[in-house]
Nanobody, 124 residues
Framework: QVQLVESGGDSVQAGDSLTLSCAFS????????MGWFRQVPGKEREFVAA????????RYADSVKGRFTITRDNAKKSFYLEMSSLKPEDTAVYYC?????????????????WGQGTQVTVSS
């Protein structure tokens, strides 16, 4: 099993920056992908960003390109979502997740392990 613990959610103003963190523990794999998703009430969980643990290749949703950056720290077994120029439409519960595949996949069902979620609220 893999355990994921998120932190960093907060209430901020439009234009502000915020960094979310996800620390994971438990079983390790030879290769995997770390992802961030978000969800608002009444809507499906949507892909935000992903990074390959090995090599560091990344993929982003069009809605966050140029504003969000996903990074990882292998030594700390953590990965991060650095968010800047935040908009009210970024308001959501943000989840980190692990996919044991090596491809940068975007569907929530393809990710096997999930954190508990952290709330990000952006006010105009």
């Amino acid at each position: 099993q893999v355990q994921l613990v998120e932190s960093g959610g907060d209430s901020v103003q439009a234009g502000d920056s915020l960094t979310l963190s996800c620390a994971f523990s438990g079983r390790t794999f030879s290769s995997y992908t770390m992802g961030w998703f978000r969800q608002v009430p009444g809507k499906e969980r949507e892909f935000v960003a992903a990074v390959k643990w090995s090599g560091g290749s990344t993929r982003y949703a069009d809605s966050v390109k140029g504003r969000f950056t996903i990074t990882r720290d292998n030594a700390k077994k953590s990965f991060y979502l650095e968010m800047s120029s935040l908009k009210p439409e970024d308001t959501a519960v943000y989840y980190c997740a692990v996919d044991v595949a090596t491809r940068l996949r975007v569907l929530p069902d393809e990710y096997a392990y999930w954190g508990q979620g952290t709330q990000v609220t952006v006010s105009s």
